[in-house]
């Protein structure tokens, strides 16, 4: 083997070494990154459905107030229709 081969043998051995040293390190890191990938998708899911509850709990309270409406509504027309009868008598 030349000096050379013996040389570019022994930096790929170090790298391999140093690969390897790391490798926990970078396995962590993969982890982490699963992790944090999972994290921010239950969040959206979470806020999503958040969204959707406040949506459906607003529509709701449209629909009662719009009925409290009409039913005020009735209210004062039968009020007025009241107040006349009750000049003429």
Do not use: W
């Not at 051995?13 to 239950?42: A, F, P, Q, W």
């Not at 406040?54 to 529509?59: M, Q, R």
């Not at 409406?69 to 006349?84: F, G, S």
């Amino acid at each position: 083997m030349s000096e050379l081969e013996i040389e570019v043998g022994k930096i790929f051995t170090k790298y391999l070494e140093e690969v390897i040293e790391y490798s926990d390190v970078i396995v962590g890191i993969e982890d982490k990154i699963y992790n944090v990938d999972e994290s921010i998708e239950r969040n959206y899911d979470y806020a999503i459905q958040h969204a959707d509850d406040i949506n459906s709990n607003l529509s709701c309270d449209i629909e009662e107030l719009k009925s409290e409406i009409e039913n005020l509504k009735d209210m004062i027309e039968d009020l007025k229709e009241e107040v006349p009868n009750n000049e003429q008598n």
